[in-house]
């Protein structure tokens, strides 16, 4: 199983950026898709997650109006659209798949690397 985040960069202060998370070595419309992000010296939080078929999601408080999670079940792909970006935002983020729905913040079975994100004020 291979989950590969992608899309990060620099970027200022009020910009946009697009994360997607490709999966391989698995049936990828079985799995719920998460975004997680760590920046340094700090634990990682969640940021969104999508059900398996799309009908749900889920934000942190801190992203949710700014962020917006989606899935592309024919190209095993999940997207994480990022605007309005703030300084705080920049860390290192991750993607994750797991079976269930019933915690959708935590308990992920497959990680892939991550893609920093770098904004400046």
């Known amino acids: 199983v291979q989950l590969q985040a992608s899309g990060g960069g620099l970027v200022q202060a009020g910009g946009s950026l697009r994360l997607s998370c490709a999966a391989s070595?698995?049936?990828?419309?079985?799995?719920?898709i998460g975004w997680f992000r760590q920046a340094p010296g700090k634990e990682r939080e969640f940021v969104a997650a999508?059900?398996?078929?799309?009908?749900?999601?889920d934000y942190a408080d801190s992203v949710k109006g700014r962020f917006t999670i989606s899935r592309d079940d024919a190209r095993n792909t999940a997207t994480l659209q990022m605007n309005s970006l703030k300084p705080e935002d920049s860390a290192v983020y991750h993607c994750?798949?797991?079976?269930?729905?019933?915690?959708?913040?935590?308990?992920?079975?497959?990680w892939g690397q991550g893609t920093q994100v770098t904004v400046s004020s």
């Open positions: 994750a798949g797991r079976r269930s729905w019933d915690t959708p913040r935590i308990g992920y079975n497959y």
């Open positions: 070595g698995l049936t990828f419309s079985l799995y719920a």
């Open positions: 999508i059900s398996r078929g799309g009908s749900v999601t």
